[in-house]
């Protein structure tokens, strides 16, 4: 990567370690580069091994910038000379080290003295990832302990489905959790852009409830204000809790891609998808679960309160809403058969509540008193996901398992 565009004439610093997609989002931003590429497989498995680029703003490349790139490509690889490369010692290429002034700017943005003197015992769960030690690093040499598994970097990530710091892929780390040692778990994905939480009891904090946490930490707990943005798959609560305090809120397809532009358009205080990414005015306008992670540890460390009870708290304003998401594996091509069936779909009740409204925002999202379902088609894997959250627990399968009807995959 490095060789080809120093070979169309630019010049390229070229990191000397894996680092977080974050730190080199930073790096953008501190040197003033014109973009940035991350080559990385994010929270798939190593297989789907892709390209992330980075505009000069350090964020996700919006759908327009993609779109650009991607009209290129023919002309490009149809060229009579062939992509150019420059050799790997070209002076055009230069190396260095992304963590350092990364972690500068995490300093900068966390009072992280005051989480490393709260005396808190911390767990976390890099996943054997590119953010390995540097939570550790951040937080260590104070009455505050840390403890971190899956620390040594390992592409194949061993025992887990995907590197993805959701429910089903952290049983190691919860059941650690669970041994009562600990009073909150932080676990990011391979390329640290995403953030899980665990409460003290080894309990998954759902992506859900731990973006309205961060919300009801910035607005609530730091006083600060600005409007929020959200994906169509994140929680309702964030909107509830905008609402409590008087900032703005909006929604938008999935994607950082989308949110981050918004971001920035809005002066955003923060943005976040279902996915575990989210991003923060003041660093980048894009994921970052490192910071994410460091957030949540000062919340509990300026609070007192262990990440259940700060839960409480938070439903106390928007009461409790309950979230589950499915993913199937679809047959390679038949993606379109899917799409023609959903887009066929015309449900007038879910789980036996009635329908009150629907949109296409991101994929086909259905509306009952209670909460939502949204199906939706991956655009990375041939994978359907269907969502939920609700206010009554009891519905969460029921109206999934009617999601599995109207898409055509129940079995």
């Given at each position: 990567m490095a060789r080809v565009l120093a070979g169309n004439g630019f010049q390229v610093q070229l990191a000397t370690r894996p680092a977080p997609t974050p730190a080199l989002s930073w790096r953008i931003i501190e040197v003033g580069a014109a973009g940035g590429v991350v080559v990385t497989s994010s929270h798939n498995p190593y297989h789907w091994n892709g390209i992330k680029?980075?505009?000069?703003?350090?964020?996700?490349?919006?759908?327009?910038?993609?779109?650009?790139?991607?009209?290129?490509?023919?002309?490009?690889?149809?060229?009579?000379?062939?992509?150019?490369?420059?050799?790997?010692?070209?002076?055009?290429?230069?190396?260095?080290?992304?963590?350092?002034?990364?972690?500068?700017?995490?300093?900068?943005?966390?009072d992280v003295e005051r989480i490393k003197a709260a005396g808190l015992?911390?767990?976390?769960?890099?996943?054997?990832?590119?953010g390995a030690g540097l939570l550790t690093e951040l937080?260590?040499?104070?009455?505050?302990?840390?403890?971190?598994?899956?620390?040594?970097?390992?592409?194949?990530f061993p025992g887990i489905r995907a590197p993805e710091p959701i429910e089903s892929n952290l049983g190691e780390f919860m059941a650690l959790m669970a041994s009562g040692d600990f009073d909150a778990g932080i676990a990011n994905d391979g390329d640290a852009d995403r953030v899980g939480f665990v409460d003290e009891h080894g309990g998954y904090i759902d992506q859900l409830r731990t973006f309205a946490l961060l919300v009801n930490y910035m607005l609530g707990n730091r006083g600060l204000r600005g409007p929020i943005v959200k994906s169509v798959t994140t929680s309702n609560m964030a909107t509830l809790l905008a609402?409590?305090?008087?900032?703005?809120?909006?929604?938008?397809?999935?994607?950082?891609?989308?949110?981050?532009?918004?971001?920035?358009q809005e002066d955003a205080l923060i943005g976040g998808e279902e996915s575990g990414g989210y991003g923060f005015r003041g660093h980048l306008p894009e994921r970052d679960g490192i910071l994410a992670g460091l957030f949540l540890l000062d919340y509990v460390a300026a609070t007192g309160k262990k990440p259940s009870q700060l839960l409480e708290e938070m439903f106390a304003i928007t009461g409790p809403h309950f979230y589950e998401r499915l993913d199937f594996d679809l047959e390679p091509g038949?993606?379109?058969?899917?799409?023609?069936?959903?887009?066929?779909?015309?449900?007038?009740?879910?789980?036996?509540?009635s329908i009150v409204s629907s949109d296409r925002t991101d994929g086909w999202r259905f509306f009952i008193p209670e909460g939502w379902l949204l199906l939706r088609l991956s655009g990375t894997e041939p994978l359907l996901r269907i969502y939920t959250e609700v206010t009554d627990e009891s519905l969460v399968k029921p109206v999934l398992e009617a999601g599995k009807v109207i898409a055509g995959v129940a079995r």
């Open positions: 680029v980075k505009p000069h703003y350090g964020g996700s490349a919006s759908p327009e910038i993609v779109a650009d790139i991607e009209r290129r490509v023919p002309d490009i690889l149809a060229a009579a000379d062939g992509v150019r490369q420059a050799p790997a010692n070209s002076p055009a290429i230069t190396s260095f080290d992304p963590v350092p002034g990364y972690l500068g700017t995490l300093r900068r943005q966390v015992r911390i767990a976390l769960d890099p996943m054997y990832g590119a937080i260590s040499g104070g009455a505050t302990t840390v403890t971190e598994i899956h620390a040594e970097r390992n592409p194949a609402r409590h305090y008087g900032v703005p809120s909006f929604e938008t397809p999935v994607g950082f891609k989308h949110i981050g532009p918004l971001m920035m038949t993606n379109a058969a899917v799409k023609a069936r959903l887009d066929a779909a015309a449900p007038t009740e879910i789980a036996g509540r």
